[in-house]
């Protein structure tokens, strides 16, 4: 469905994490794209980059949502930059815009819904439950939408104009693009005061952010004369609102420390609430058209480090935050590090317990000194992540290197786990599983190797849960 220059209904689709050009800094450290609430992509159908010839208006929370601008004041969950990254919709294109012209974008995604369709609010005895749109031209003869946030992309065909006649309580009026949104958020408060929900209530600057909760300015347990736009919240939303709001807050008040621009890195925005959650500390210069990162390793040292990713939920750190926080990475029992290379991926994954360095090898891990090594290697860098973060990275790695190992043994034989966290102890599995070509079989004690039903392929039932093995490996655990 395409009103003017912006296509309303695109097909959402992906990318692979190659950072657009950043309109808000790139690699001049103002930090904008640390510090600000969101950042905002335009999605392109030809080889324009104007932002009126847009296609699509994305954003981009901390972490790894995405959201649409759909009008009427809805944002909608998408997957598009993750599939333009990743080549699945490779005939688009999309980069990084500022706030102003986002907001330049979703004016215009609004016109073009005002400009194209009539807005209709359909109530049942008198109480609107549904805002439909159908469109000016009738020779395009295309169907009615329903607009809401729980429609495919925010709207979706609808049949409720038909049913009119039949349902004697129904009622239809005709109202300006406005109206139909002040509905939609009326619609959206009934709907949360009829819930059981908890959480306190968010509120508002303006009517029509109540669409959007994450442009709640606070969470407040009930609403106080002054606040006069409100939504009921769950506790799990409470939650979240309340430290994305702290967040927010902290990275207006926050500032350089000694010539650095100091962030704590976490998992979830939620961890953020208590900055000791952070599982790593970066920091850049601020001085400089050529930034240099690092990371936090111990009092005085800092460790080469690169940009943190666009999914990274991070907090600026003042001093005494900065104290607080690396004192608690120093006070952990291990530290988890992996150190990449700019020109050839993976170089270690590493584990520290006090100043001893261990490398991930297989299944275990074994003394080394790569970090010794790091001042002679320009293109090494070192990220931190915890323990589960760690956990995975290992998984993904022994997964990878004993598939290639052992790719051309007649059988190829698998261990499976009760649960991942148990990969990495051959001793805790509770099958053993053998394959040849397509063939599946699974040893069942004395009853020797029998065939797995369709439904416990490995990839199906035992995800993440598997590792292959040696020949000898299985001989030890079925014997």
């Known amino acids: 469905m395409s009103s003017g220059n912006c296509t309303v209904n695109a097909v959402p689709r992906p990318v692979m994490l190659i950072t657009p050009t950043d309109p808000l800094g790139g690699d001049h450290m103002d930090f904008a794209r640390e510090l600000a609430d969101f950042r905002y992509y335009a999605v392109f159908k030809g080889a324009s980059q104007r932002v009126e010839d847009a296609a699509m208006l994305v954003r981009k929370p901390q972490g790894y949502d995405e959201e649409e601008y759909a009008g009427h004041g809805l944002w909608v969950d998408t997957d598009k930059l993750y599939r333009l990254d990743s080549g699945r919709d490779w005939t688009d294109d999309y980069r990084a815009v500022t706030e102003a012209e986002a907001r330049q974008l979703r004016a215009q995604i609004d016109a073009n819904w005002a400009a194209n369709w009539n807005h209709h609010v359909i109530s049942a005895d008198g109480v609107p439950f549904a805002v439909v749109v159908t469109h000016k031209d009738a020779r395009r003869n295309l169907r009615p939408y329903r607009i809401g946030r729980y429609e ?5 065909q609808t049949d409720l104009l038909d049913r009119l006649p039949d349902e004697q309580a129904w009622s239809v009026e005709d109202v300006a693009p406005e109206a139909a949104t002040e509905a939609l958020v009326r619609m959206e408060q009934r709907q949360r005061e009829g819930s059981w929900f908890s959480g306190g209530y968010a509120v508002f600057h303006t009517l029509a952010d109540v669409l959007d909760l994450d442009s709640a300015y606070a969470v407040v347990p009930r609403p106080a004369p002054e606040h006069e736009f409100t939504a009921r919240l769950s506790e799990q939303e409470a939650r979240r609102l309340t430290a994305l709001i702290d967040l927010r807050r902290a990275k207006k008040q926050v ?6 621009q100091h962030f704590a890195l976490f998992n979830r925005t939620e961890d953020a609430a208590d900055p000791r959650n952070a599982h790593s500390v970066v920091r850049s210069t601020v001085d400089s058209s050529l930034p ?10 800092w460790l080469s480090a690169v940009r943190p990713s666009d999914q990274t939920p991070l907090l600026p750190l003042g001093a005494a935050d900065l104290d607080a926080v690396t004192a608690a990475l120093m006070s952990g029992e291990h530290r988890y590090l992996e150190v990449r290379s700019r020109e050839t991926g993976p170089v270690a994954l590493l584990r520290l317990t006090g100043t001893t360095e261990e490398s991930a090898v297989d299944l275990g891990w074994e003394p080394s000194e790569i970090l010794t090594r790091l001042p002679g290697e320009e293109s090494w860098f070192v990220g931190e992540v915890d323990e589960q973060g760690m956990e995975r990275r290992r998984y993904a790695s022994a997964l990878l290197r004993r598939s290639v190992r052992f790719a051309e043994d007649e059988y190829r034989y698998f261990a499976v786990f009760p649960t991942p966290d148990l990969l990495f102890d051959l001793a805790r599995a509770v099958l053993v599983v053998r394959r040849r070509g397509e063939a599946q079989e699974k040893f ?4 020797g190797w029998v065939p797995s039903s369709p439904d416990e392929h490995l990839d199906r039932k035992y995800l993440g849960r598997y590792l292959p093995i040696s020949h000898e490996e299985m001989e030890r655990l079925v014997s």
């Open 444 to 447: 069942a004690g004395l009853a």
């Open 152 to 156: 495919h992309r925010g709207f979706g």
């Open 292 to 301: 240099k990162w690092e990371m936090f390793l111990r009092q005085g040292e």
């Open 255 to 260: 500032g350089p420390v000694d010539g650095h």
